[in-house]
């Protein structure tokens, strides 16, 4: 299902060390992907451009904390939206920790990629995977 790695029309990826503030490095990375590539005017704009930014930031902590050690950070656009993938060395499949609480602390990052995102998917990388998601932004 890599349906959204097509129409792809700029690129740019970033090698991670998985340490201290790799989820904040992240996000930044990704703002100034949006700020250069779209006219994020507008409430519509803006609340997509956060739920990238939220989304980034899930991707990346569920990297760092399931998945080993997070080691690229690949940030894709197409026509009108933002494609996101976070490499690490984890080979295990994303899944819930069981059905959505919204009281707990943690185990909300699935939850969020099914409810943000356009779509999102996973895939076997190296020895470990890789962790997408789309997010349409108007342009």
């Known amino acids: 299902m890599e349906r959204a790695s097509e129409q792809i029309s700029v690129s740019r990826r970033f090698p991670l060390d998985g340490g201290q ?7 930044d990375l990704t703002r100034e992907a949006l700020d250069d590539w779209f006219t994020l005017s507008g409430p519509d704009g803006r609340v997509r451009a956060q739920d990238a930014l939220l989304l980034v930031s899930e991707v990346v902590t ?6 080993g050690s997070p080691y690229e950070l690949r940030i894709d656009r197409g026509p009108g ?3 996101v993938q976070v490499s690490d060395t984890g080979a295990a499949r994303p899944r819930p920790r069981g059905p959505h609480h919204p009281a707990r602390a943690s185990g909300h990052g699935l939850y969020l990629l099914d409810r943000l995102s356009d779509e999102w998917g996973w895939a076997p990388r190296g020895t470990g995977k890789a962790v997408w998601f789309v997010v349409t932004v108007p342009e």
């Not at 503030?21 to 996000?27: F, H, S, W, Y």
């Open 21 to 27: 503030g790799v989820v904040a490095r992240c996000r």
């Open 62 to 67: 569920n990297a760092c904390t399931h998945g």
């Open 81 to 83: 939206r933002i494609r």
